[in-house]
């Protein structure tokens, strides 16, 4: 059986599972607002509660955002099994944002809040995690595939 659009599920389950693994992990290890600095006022693993969307935009929308989450997963889901064959960067995005959407879907749903852990002082940035950092790289994905060249455009005249 030939699964369709697998790149696209692959990056999706690894995305989703690194993300999951990571903040399993912050949840065990350390207590609200703990810190340990891997690169002293550089970069520290700093365990905050996000109640917002990426980077803390939207704060208190949980439900909203929840339900966002959900449809997203469910939108690109149904495009990779009843949607066109995809090319190699938009199964590799696509793929990556669905990991992205679902790992903070499943911590809006189960824990009411987003777990967030990354945290890069050296430019005052707001703490994130994994799942961001995949929604970003399937973004960089799907702009670095659209200046790929279409087959329909390699037309002679």
């Known amino acids: 059986m030939h699964l369709k659009n697998r790149n696209f599920w692959i990056a999706a389950l690894t995305a989703f599972f690194l993300d999951q693994l990571t903040k399993y992990w912050i949840l065990q290890s350390f207590q609200l607002r703990q810190t340990q600095p891997l690169i002293a006022g550089v970069f520290h693993f700093t365990y905050v509660r996000n109640y ?14 929840r339900w966002l989450s959900l449809i997203v997963s469910l939108a690109l889901m149904a495009l990779a099994l009843f949607g066109p064959e995809l090319s190699f960067w938009d199964r590799l995005g696509y793929g990556f944002i669905l990991g992205g959407a679902m790992g903070n879907g499943i911590d809006r749903f189960v824990l009411g809040y987003v777990v967030d852990f990354l945290d890069f002082r050296l430019i005052n ?21 659209s200046f790929q060249k279409s087959p329909s455009s390699d037309h002679r005249q």
């Open 52 to 65: 917002g969307a990426a980077f803390s935009i939207l704060d208190g929308q949980v439900e909203s955002l």
């Open 125 to 145: 940035f707001p703490v994130f995690n994994l799942a961001d950092v995949f929604i970003n790289v399937g973004i960089a994905c799907l702009i670095l595939g």
